[in-house]
């Protein structure tokens, strides 16, 4: 299974575009790359998921480049609600893959 | 409507004792996991069912033991617990690899 880095934590402000990166050098042939948000208390709640180029929902963006090494989510125009932890998961869109979750980036959100 | 509903969402116990959790979801997955987290808040595999049958067994004692009635239930006992059981149980279920439903959580006090 594809090893994920990102960042332990980023700070922004309300109004701000938040990104966030991931690492996975050694991506597989046919592994996709999918993003949750968690909130303390929570279960953690999918946000957007991609293979290649640019994936886009009411909620992010998730950039990926041609040699999908890495990942950048793209939260626009964060609002305090926003205060979460972010992971980045990377495995086969299959029934039952391993998806093992990471430390995440704290995301804080100031006024 | 609850997707993924779990109870109960809090539980102490002392050490030794045998509980059972259980795990519910109305959206017609064919896939349920087990996921633990702990205090460092990383998220780790437990088991996973699909239509009943056990796929993922991971590294775990064999104090835990699943258990899938039918595909939209899956439970999970632990006989004997111990302090090091104490985390919060995570259930979530998806169709063919697409984004998982996780559960609210269940939090474990073991003392």
């Known amino acids: 299974l594809a090893k994920t880095t990102q960042p332990i934590s980023m700070d922004s402000y309300e109004g701000q575009e938040v990104n966030i990166t991931c690492s996975h050098n050694?991506?597989?042939?046919?592994?996709?790359i999918t993003w949750y948000q968690q909130f303390p208390s929570q279960g953690p709640r999918f946000i957007i998921q991609?293979?290649?180029t640019k994936v886009t929902n009411e909620v992010a963006s998730l950039f990926i480049p041609a040699d999908r090494k890495s990942s950048t989510l793209s939260l626009p125009r964060v609002s305090l609600s926003d205060t979460a932890v972010y992971y980045c998961?990377?495995?086969?869109?299959?029934?039952?893959?391993?998806?093992?979750f990471g430390g995440g980036t704290r995301v804080l959100v100031k006024p | 409507d609850t997707a993924v509903s779990q109870t109960p969402k809090y539980l102490v116990t002392q050490m030794g004792n045998d509980k059972s959790i259980k795990c519910e979801q109305n959206?017609?997955?064919?896939?349920m996991y087990w996921y633990k987290q702990d205090s460092k808040k990383f998220l780790k595999i437990m088991f996973s069912?699909?239509?009943?049958?056990?796929?993922i067994n991971e590294t775990v004692p064999n104090r835990f033991s699943p258990k899938s009635p039918d595909k939209a239930h899956l439970n999970l006992h632990i006989n004997s617990l111990e302090l090091g059981d104490s985390a919060v149980y995570f259930c979530?279920?998806?169709?063919?690899?697409?984004?998982?439903?996780f559960g609210s959580g269940t939090r474990l006090t073991v003392v």
């Open positions: 959206l017609g997955h064919d896939t």
């Open positions: 991609g293979y290649k």
């Open positions: 998961l990377v495995g086969p869109k299959a029934a039952g893959n391993k998806l093992t």
């Open positions: 069912y699909n239509n009943k049958e056990l796929i």
């Open positions: 979530a279920s998806s169709q063919a690899g697409w984004g998982y439903t």
């Open positions: 050694n991506i597989a042939t046919n592994d996709y």
